[in-house]
């Protein structure tokens, strides 16, 4: 293996067609660069490589692999185990790719892989439409999606891939191919569910939806109602209708102007709401849960789908610390109910939290065999997060949300959401993937059979 320096100077007298930046440890920019969204992962790659074109993927991957270097990719940086930097190696790094074309009376939109989220609402807005994404504006296009993409509007349209039509895929052997139901139609459906496994997605073709002004918001109950509130919900969001999505959350009520100030800082049991009907129809449906117990704050109206979808960016932007644990869940017992705000009343500090997104309606509509995301028969993808700025409480942050974790996790279906999981080894990637598994295998085996592709929740090649 080359020295760290060298492999930047290899590199650079290399890669003579490359239309991007190349940058190596030695330059000014280095640690800017190199940093993620979790800033409990410290890792100083090689090289990290800024692609511009599709070509400039498959020059980095040459080069990489003929270098002996492992390789990351990274879109908008976001992933909770710090999956898209790797020391030593090579970040392919997709940011500079930017483009989104929204085709209008095709109702298609193509975005380039180094988009996040928030550009995409700004573009798709324009003309009255979203992409069924997740819940942060900041967060890259490319690793939600490929983890399947749970969100605002899943109930109402399914999960991110079921609303991806193509793909266009630099291989590891460089060759660029699309990937969709006609064209490489066993990688299409690796990569909807798969995650970064399979190849570098340089663009995607989605369905856009037709969403514009929502009716969206927080419910804030006091932490003491949690149970009440918890058991309510286990019953409402299932029966509710499509248009009414709400995910629950242990919350403090930041200090911020649209919250009271007499609520700054209090713990609370929070209900996410977004509906796409009108105001009427969504307080109408959103009234049973008002009736379980007497709300702190219901803070609902009309917003348009980007200032929804951006609502945490400023809450949770770059540079924190964070510690992730996840679990599907298929039902909510009294027992694991209680153990819920047992930890939601512990929350150590005023970023931490846990949330339960539901995975019904549209979702539902899918098999789990039809794309690689598998646990589409559970009712919701629970995350618990420990989040704070400083890098002193990261021990804290991390014992609450495995104590937490441990308390809840015999009461799960098994397996992650990809997104949320941290680096836990190959029998948890498994059980995630469920009878799926061994199909991504033979396709991985297929399109990376050395896998080139494996800092990842790697899903390794079939022998």
């Not at 700025?389 to 098994?414: C, E, M, N, R, V």
Request: net charge negative; aromatic share 10%; charged share 20%.
């Amino acid at each position: 293996m080359a020295t760290t320096t060298s492999l930047v100077d290899q590199a650079r007298a290399a890669l003579t067609d490359f239309g991007g930046t190349l940058i190596g440890p030695s330059d000014g920019s280095y640690d800017e660069e190199r940093a993620v969204y979790n800033a409990m992962i410290d890792r100083r790659p090689a090289l990290i490589a800024q692609c511009t074109t599709p070509a400039d993927v498959a020059a980095v991957i040459g080069f990489a692999r003929q270098a002996g270097a492992d390789i990351a990719i990274r879109g908008g940086g976001h992933n909770g185990g710090g999956l898209g930097t790797v020391d030593d190696g090579v970040v392919i790094d997709l940011s500079p790719m930017k483009s989104i074309d929204i085709d209008e009376a095709g109702g298609t939109v193509r975005v380039g892989g180094g988009c996040t989220w928030g550009e995409v609402d700004a573009a798709t807005h324009e003309v009255g439409m979203a992409v069924p994404c997740g819940i942060i504006g900041t967060t890259g296009v490319g690793g939600l999606t490929l983890g399947g993409g749970i969100g605002h509007l899943a109930r109402n349209y399914g999960l991110t891939i079921d609303n991806l039509l193509e793909a266009e895929v630099v291989l590891a052997d460089g060759s660029i191919v699309r990937a969709s139901a006609d064209e490489h139609p066993d990688l299409f459906w690796a990569l909807r569910g798969g995650g970064g496994n399979f190849g570098v997605v340089t663009t995607f073709t989605f369905r856009m939806r037709p969403v514009s002004i929502v009716q969206a918001g927080p419910t804030f109950w006091a932490i003491e109602d949690s149970e009440a509130v918890l058991t309510a919900y286990r019953d409402f969001i299932v029966a509710a209708p499509r248009e009414l999505n709400g995910w629950f959350a242990f919350v403090t009520v930041p200090p911020v102007p649209v919250f009271p100030e007499e609520l700054h800082g209090r713990k609370a049991a929070a209900i996410v709401w977004c509906h796409n009907g009108s105001e009427e129809q969504a307080a109408a449906d959103m009234q049973p849960m008002l009736d379980a117990a007497e709300p702190l704050l219901h803070a609902v109206g009309p917003m348009p789908f980007p200032v929804l979808n951006g609502f945490f960016d400023g809450l949770y932007p770059k540079g924190h610390q964070w510690y992730w644990r996840a679990d599907f869940v298929r039902e909510l017992s009294d027992a694991a109910i209680a153990e819920h705000a047992k930890f939601g009343a512990a929350m150590p500090t005023g970023q931490s939290t846990m949330h339960l997104y539901p995975i019904d309606g549209a979702v539902h509509d899918v098999g789990s065999g039809d794309t690689a995301f598998n646990y589409r028969d559970v009712t919701w993808a629970q995350v618990i997060v420990g989040v704070d700025p400083d890098p002193a409480l990261a021990g804290t942050l991390k014992q609450w949300t495995i104590d937490y974790f441990d308390a809840l996790h015999p009461h799960s279906a098994g397996g992650a959401y990809v997104n949320f999981m941290m680096d836990e080894g190959q029998e948890r990637v498994q059980a995630t993937y469920r009878d799926n598994y061994d199909r991504l295998a033979k396709v991985k085996a297929q399109y990376d059979p050395d896998n080139t592709f494996h800092i990842n929740q790697n899903i390794r090649p079939a022998a």
